[in-house]
């Protein structure tokens, strides 16, 4: 199973009653749920159990990382709300599905045609702020375990001559690196919290970017720090993209949304621009970034590695050169993993589900 069961059915079935109650108005009609979200599936007794208490139907989806447009063919019309993984709702599926809302399992909503779901009338619900905490810590893993020679120092140590592996790597504390981060809505927002809170930014101000001006602004003021009466800014806020990528960072952590302008905004050019240090670490979404572009820069060492928890085409397929390249730390698009988290957003998913069916 691609997402484990780490919640008990009676841990989500009672959460849901102690935060729903319990309905069982004979009178209202009846609503018909398809669920095709992965991380509800390891569950998935629980939740038909609690809709089917309150008189819904529920279809359950054989899925395991999304429905495809052909997967999601043999459901149109049989259904009124759906709870949602990235399934790639086109505008085909959109005007076939008859659904009255879209339900997304957390935040990123970038597989679903919503031009199209405007003209269909139907309505997207995501869960914002779903996994804020769990990604930057994941992202703040990984400029660790790289800025420590966490990975560097592995790699050397599992080479079979002992002597040319027992080499002392000149790592840095996060108060040398030099950390940009693009987006700083709720992940690069908390990304920067907790770098803060542990030192970067004293040496190097951490750069940041965002499209819109006062998401700048407020990254300024939440990078400012007052010592002694001198006001000190921890945290640079730049202009534009190119700004960043001159500023020469250890460390490039893409935190945005991806939208249609911004699809492949990391590609051969501004990977060139980069130092031939800099980690890329992406755990927002994987089209952000020029996939062949990026392979081709790490294996000929334009740049020094970089952490992926998100890939152009997922999963990411077996041939795959990332997976054989050593300055690579690679994960299965699970950096929200929290099983505090996830029960948070089962909460919120079924309640935006309910809004439409009761």
């Known amino acids: 199973m691609p997402v484990p069961k780490v919640l008990s059915d009676d841990q989500i079935y009672n959460r849901l009653i102690d935060e729903f109650g319990q309905n069982n108005d004979a009178d209202k009609r009846p609503g018909r749920v398809l669920i095709s979200a992965p991380y509800m599936m390891p569950n998935i007794t629980s939740f038909k159990r609690f809709f089917e208490e309150r008189g819904h139907e529920v279809i359950m989806a054989d899925v395991e990382e999304r429905l495809e447009e052909e997967d999601l063919e043999k459901y149109a019309g049989k259904y009124d709300v759906a709870m949602i993984g990235d399934d790639r709702y086109s505008p085909k599926i959109v005007e076939s599905c008859g659904a009255r809302a879209l339900c997304k399992w957390g935040t990123g909503i970038d597989s679903i045609d919503l031009a199209a779901c405007q003209k269909a009338g139907i309505r997207v619900h995501n869960t914002p702020d779903a996994f804020s905490t769990p990604v930057a810590e994941s992202i703040l893993g990984a400029i660790l375990a790289f800025n420590r020679t966490i990975i560097q120092s592995t790699n050397l140590m599992r080479t079979t001559n002992a002597a040319e592996s027992w080499v002392k790597l000149p790592g840095k504390t996060i108060r040398e690196a030099k950390i940009a981060i693009v987006g700083m809505g709720n992940v690069g927002s908390e990304l920067q919290r907790l770098l803060l809170a542990i030192g970067a930014g004293t040496v190097h101000p951490i750069i940041t970017y965002d499209i819109l001006e006062e998401r700048r602004e407020e990254s300024r003021r939440a990078g400012?720090?007052?010592?002694?009466?001198?006001?000190?800014?921890?945290?640079?806020?730049?202009?534009?993209?190119?700004?960043?990528?001159?500023?020469?960072?250890?460390?490039?952590?893409?935190?945005?949304?991806?939208t249609g302008e911004n699809v492949g905004m990391i590609g051969e050019d501004e990977l060139k621009t980069l130092p031939n240090h800099t980690i890329v670490i992406n755990m927002a979404r994987g089209r952000?970034?020029?996939?062949?572009?990026?392979?081709?820069?790490?294996?000929n060492g334009q740049i020094g590695g970089a952490a992926l928890d998100v890939f152009w085409d997922e999963p990411l397929s077996e041939d795959s050169p990332l997976r054989t390249l050593?300055?690579?730390?690679?994960?299965?698009?699970?950096?929200?993993?929290?099983?505090?988290h996830w029960l948070r957003v089962h909460v919120n998913t079924v309640r935006n589900a309910l809004y439409y069916i009761e």
């Open 224 to 258: 400012y720090s007052n010592f002694f009466g001198t006001g000190t800014y921890r945290a640079s806020p730049v202009g534009s993209l190119q700004e960043v990528l001159e500023s020469q960072p250890d460390f490039l952590c893409m935190t945005c949304c991806q």
């Open 288 to 299: 952000l970034i020029q996939e062949t572009a990026l392979i081709e820069a790490l294996a």
């Open 326 to 340: 050593p300055n690579v730390l690679l994960s299965s698009h699970n950096a929200n993993s929290s099983p505090e």
